[in-house]
């Protein structure tokens, strides 16, 4: 999922980590009132300073994943939330959470997340995730979601993330795709979402990969 060196934080009961291949930087860690993360401190993450409750409520405020923290024994505390959802950020990527299950190098072992950044502009050097490439591109949206899905009768359950081979993403399994206002727009069972930047029905897939010579694999 990344290719850069990823930072760990010891402490005494658990160890953060921050993957820098995958963070958006959002800011959400630093931008607290909580002494776990404070920018220009060496090291800028401090486990041992927070309880366990503090430490699992701001590591959850990365919406990309980047930061993750483990117990000792290697097992991961937290849990997903009770809803899946995609949130189409204005000009930049798709945050998505839940139970989330990503396809990696074994298909018998994938990739288990609660919380992704996948790329919308078409241009990030680690897709599926973003990697802030939609800076430099221009990439322009504004999270507006026009469509209302078929409805959910549960909000529960894993939401596998799927590729296309240079085409969409798919998001299959029960999510709420929220719009940028904050509002829950759309909702089934699985939808294909645009990952080529150029789809005039963001942020579905209209197909447009398919005539631009979009490459993504």
């Given at each position: 999922?990344?290719?850069?060196?990823?930072?760990?934080?010891?402490?005494?009961?658990?160890?953060?980590?921050?993957?820098?291949?995958l963070c958006t930087h959002a800011e959400e860690c630093v931008r607290t009132d909580s002494?776990?993360?404070?920018?220009?401190?060496?090291?800028?993450?401090?486990?041992?300073?927070?309880?366990?409750?503090?430490?699992?409520?701001?590591?959850?405020?990365?919406?990309?994943?980047?930061?993750?923290?483990?117990?000792?024994?290697?097992?991961?505390?937290?849990?997903?939330?009770?809803?899946?959802?995609?949130?189409?950020?204005?000009?930049?990527?798709?945050?998505?959470?839940?139970?989330?299950?990503?396809?990696?190098?074994?298909?018998?072992?994938?990739?288990?997340?609660?919380?992704?950044?996948?790329?919308?502009?078409?241009?990030?050097?680690?897709?599926?995730?973003?990697?802030?490439?939609?800076?430099?591109?221009?990439?322009?949206?504004?999270?507006?979601?026009?469509?209302?899905?078929?409805?959910?009768?549960?909000?529960?359950?894993?939401?596998?993330?799927?590729?296309?081979?240079?085409?969409?993403?798919?998001?299959?399994?029960?999510?709420?795709?929220?719009?940028?206002?904050?509002?829950?727009?759309?909702?089934?069972?699985?939808?294909?979402?645009?990952?080529?930047?150029?789809?005039?029905?963001?942020?579905?897939?209209?197909?447009?990969?398919?005539?631009?010579?979009?490459?993504?694999?």
């Amino acid at each position: 999922m990344s290719n850069k060196k990823i930072l760990s934080f010891e402490g005494t009961e658990f160890d953060v980590t921050w993957d820098g291949a995958l963070c958006t930087h959002a800011e959400e860690c630093v931008r607290t009132d909580s002494k776990l993360f404070e920018k220009g401190r060496t090291p800028w993450g401090q486990p041992d300073l927070v309880d366990a409750a503090e430490l699992d409520r701001i590591v959850r405020r990365c919406p990309s994943g980047a930061i993750k923290y483990t117990a000792k024994d290697g097992s991961s505390p937290e849990m997903p939330e009770a809803e899946n959802t995609a949130l189409p950020l204005p000009n930049g990527p798709l945050f998505v959470r839940g139970n989330l299950r990503i396809p990696g190098a074994d298909p018998e072992n994938p990739v288990h997340a609660t919380r992704v950044a996948l790329c919308r502009c078409g241009h990030s050097k680690n897709k599926p995730f973003c990697d802030n490439s939609h800076i430099e591109a221009g990439f322009s949206d504004t999270g507006a979601v026009g469509r209302e899905g078929p409805g959910l009768e549960e909000k529960r359950g894993v939401l596998e993330i799927l590729t296309n081979k240079n085409g969409s993403v798919r998001l299959v399994g029960n999510v709420t795709i929220m719009a940028a206002s904050g509002c829950s727009r759309w909702n089934g069972p699985k939808v294909s979402m645009c990952r080529c930047g150029l789809s005039k029905q963001k942020p579905f897939c209209d197909g447009s990969h398919r005539d631009s010579g979009f490459e993504a694999d």
